[in-house]
């Protein structure tokens, strides 16, 4: 039996200075805790020391920082008093980020530890709030955001970014139980940035994201003057539902989530991320049929749970400014294609995507009479088959990484654990992450990205 | 013999299903394979915290028979082993008598279509 002392292990950027609150406990004291197993957080803010006064902050736009701690080893937590300080003391930033300040301690079965074990593991979380009023300090990224983001790195690595753009079976998986990546930290051994986009209100389909990675300025400024000039005569009318989800919305077409780069904090001080290096999609979000504006051109593909929080006047819009456009499988796989062609030119990243499931123990069709031809237009399951197959074509011609639902479902049985197709348990979260990081392993280390 | 048609058991957590289109109408005589209708399954209620799945399925014959009354028209809902219809295996059997099994059907998810009830919503 040994304890080894936990500190807060070194974070920091040169110019700037770093204050934490008091840490907020996710283990008890006399917990068993496992290697690199969260145990505890704090928010920080990130300043500049005064010479660097009049320059740029970084994380200028992320207001929630957050910093969650792991321990390098395995065995009991016992917590060192006074670190969680309680009450809004731990909510603000009051204390300096010092690397030696010890928060507990861990006992372990006994054997050799290494040198570094007792310096804990650190993922910073910045959370880009979807408005200043959604500042909700209640637990980790609580509130609302635009865009969330974890990182970690030890000293010397420079981290690869994966940036969730699917819906909830993408980034169930990413975002974890707790919506703060917590078991990508855990089951993680690379430096790594995970990033969330959430679908509020567009969801990312190809035809979105091929959108925004084209959209230039002038048409952005085309597409919000239509919509102040269609809304601006009924203003009156507009319930509050109607200007939040117009607010969110044109937030959304502004933004470029795929050419996005990012400021990061680490034992390296501060350093500069490039675009994402990967890119998870989920095949579940294409529609079979897309709005098109009638005028401008561009697409809208507003979930129905989302099209719920728009008040009448936007769902008025949406139905008559906008037209479906029907969408083939050949169709869709051009969308893919381009978007994929697209990424390697522009960025480099690369697309992993999560394949459907394709099959249901409660259907047992014994003639196929009733379902008309061709049954890929009729029948859900074969229909996902044959986008399925669909994604192996891309596959066998230009760089994709199929996260294998379908199979890992019918392994573990769907019923259970993928019971509406879309939304999986715990258990296969963890499977399937377990193969979004096995592809970002095959990923080069970032050559570009340079510590500052 | 009298068949009858209630709202089967499709996905856990459904509470009833929505009729988006009826490919008959009583009389009918309904050969084994036959569609009768498309169903939406909505678990909003069941999800109303996330985002809430909602599908598609068909109901198709699985032997012969003839329609005798149908309960649903589209756009209306029908609870768990509601009522949806009642059949025949001869055309002028009279319907005040306790049916005597469930008709036979396969369900199976399908796709969404412009001839459903909610065919023309976003």
Redesign the interface.
């Known amino acids: 039996m040994s304890t080894v002392p936990l500190r807060l292990g070194p974070l920091g950027a040169k110019g700037y200075s770093i204050q934490r609150s008091g840490i907020r406990w996710l283990r008890e004291d006399g917990q068993h805790c496992r290697a690199n197993q969260p145990i505890g957080w704090f928010n920080i803010v990130v300043e500049p020391t005064r010479a660097l006064s009049s320059g740029v902050p970084v994380f200028g736009d992320e207001c929630e920082l957050q910093v969650v701690v792991a321990p390098r080893i395995s065995g009991r937590l016992s917590v060192e008093s006074g670190v969680s300080r309680g009450g809004y003391l731990s909510v603000r930033s009051v204390d300096p980020w010092d690397p030696d300040t010890q928060i507990g301690s861990i006992e372990t079965g006994g054997g050799d530890v290494g040198p570094d074990a007792g310096t804990l593991r650190l993922m910073v979380l910045a959370g880009r709030r979807m408005t200043d009023l959604a500042n909700v300090h209640g637990s980790l990224l609580s509130g609302w955001h635009s865009r969330t983001r974890g990182w970690w790195c030890d000293a010397g690595e420079a981290p690869l970014t994966l940036l969730s753009q699917g819906?909830?079976d993408a980034n169930g998986v990413v975002l974890g139980a707790q919506s703060a990546f917590l078991e990508m930290f855990e089951a993680a051994r690379q430096a790594l940035q995970i990033v969330y986009v959430p679908d509020h209100p567009i969801a990312p389909c190809v035809p979105i994201l091929l959108d925004q990675i084209s959209r230039t300025t002038a048409q952005f400024d085309a597409i919000a003057e239509d919509v102040h000039r269609h809304f601006a005569p009924g203003g009156n009318a507009l319930v509050p539902q109607d200007w939040m989800f117009l607010g969110t919305m044109l937030s959304e077409l502004q933004s470029v989530p795929l050419k996005d780069t990012y400021d990061i904090i680490s034992a390296n001080g501060l350093q500069q991320l490039r675009a994402p290096n990967a890119v998870l999609l989920s095949l579940a979000v294409e529609p079979?049929a897309i709005?098109r504006h009638k005028s401008l051109g561009y697409h809208m593909h507003?979930?129905?749970?989302h099209?719920a929080a728009a008040g009448p006047a936007v769902?008025a819009w949406?139905?008559t400014a906008f037209e479906p456009v029907k969408r083939t499988i050949d169709m869709i796989r051009k969308d893919y294609e381009a978007l994929i062609d697209r990424l390697k030119q522009q960025t480099g990243a690369r697309v992993i995507i999560l394949n459907r499931m394709s099959s249901?123990g409660?259907?047992?069709?014994?003639?196929?009479?009733?379902?008309d031809a061709p049954l890929g237009?009729?029948?859900?399951?074969v229909?996902a088959k044959e986008w399925n197959l669909m994604l192996h074509d891309i596959a066998e011609t230009r760089p994709l990484d199929i996260v294998d639902v379908d199979a890992v479902a019918a392994e573990m049985g769907g019923?259970e654990h993928l019971?509406?197709?879309?939304?999986q348990s715990g258990q296969m979260q963890s499977l399937l992450l377990q193969q979004i990081l096995g592809f970002m392993e095959g990923l080069s280390p970032p050559r570009h990205q340079q510590a500052a | 013999m009298i068949l009858e048609l209630r709202l089967p058991d499709?996905?856990?957590?459904m509470t009833g299903a929505t009729a988006e289109c009826l490919f008959a109408e009583a009389g009918d005589a309904l050969?084994?394979?036959?569609?009768l209708v498309d169903l939406r399954v909505d678990?909003?209620s069941a999800f109303a915290q996330?985002?809430?799945?909602?599908?598609?399925y068909?109901i198709?014959?699985?032997e012969k028979a003839y329609l005798r009354q149908i309960n649903l028209q589209p756009g209306e809902y029908v609870g768990l082993d509601g009522p949806v219809a009642l059949l025949s295996s001869s055309p002028d059997e009279p319907l005040d008598q306790t049916p005597e099994r469930p008709l036979r059907i396969?369900?199976?998810?399908?796709?969404?279509?412009d001839g459903m009830f909610s065919g023309g919503d976003?």
């Open positions: 819906v909830c079979q709005l507003v979930m129905r749970h099209q769902r949406l139905s249901s409660r259907e047992d069709v014994s003639n196929y009479m009733g379902f237009d009729t029948l859900s399951n229909a019923a019971p509406d197709g879309i939304h | 499709i996905v856990p957590q050969r084994l394979g036959s569609k678990l909003s996330e985002c809430p799945p909602i599908s598609y068909r198709v014959l699985r396969t369900v199976a998810g399908i796709l969404r279509h976003l």
